[in-house]
């Protein structure tokens, strides 16, 4: 079985990284894939998707130093599905994109490319982290990251 993502869109917001009690990095941030179509009347639409994106440990701290608002990323993860009860005890439904792979598709200051998106570079470059896709987050009770 399968349950793969790819999202190549632009960042909502800052990413928010904290710290769980044992010192896992956990980081969370908004992303907006667009999609343009024609309508019925033949004029241009575009449909704007947000995406939660829950990013962990590694990712976690390099999303907080080098993610900013409004830059153009592509992730790689799994779809997440969870429940809660909020403050008011109403239960929620999440749907989360838990990322494994992440890539700045913009020039990073001072890295010498002309290129939007870089031609080639390793896997584990400074532009691209690989978490191992069934490493679970930590195992500590809270699995809210926020």
């Given amino acids: 079985m399968i349950n793969k993502v790819t999202l190549i869109g632009n960042l909502g917001g800052d990413p928010e ?14 992303l907006a894939t667009n999609e343009n179509y024609k309508d019925k009347d033949g004029n ?6 947000w995406h939660n994106v829950v ?7 390099r999303a ?7 830059m153009m990323v592509y992730v ?16 929620r439904n999440v749907t989360d994109i838990v990322a494994n792979n992440l890539r700045i598709l913009e020039k990073l200051e001072g890295s010498g490319s002309d290129s939007r998106f ?10 691209a982290v ?16 926020f």
């Fill in 55 to 61: 990013v962990w440990r590694e990712l976690a701290d």
């Fill in 130 to 145: 690989t978490m191992p896709a069934d490493a679970p987050p930590p195992a500590d009770g809270d699995d809210l990251p």
């Fill in 64 to 70: 907080e130093k080098q993610l900013k608002k409004g």
């Fill in 44 to 49: 241009w639409q575009k449909l704007t998707e």
């Fill in 17 to 30: 990284v904290r710290h769980l009690e044992n010192g896992t990095a956990v980081g969370r941030f908004s």
């Fill in 76 to 91: 790689e993860g799994k779809i997440s599905y969870r429940k809660y009860a909020g403050q008011d005890g109403v239960e």
């Fill in 118 to 127: 870089p031609v080639s570079e390793p896997a584990r470059s400074a532009a």
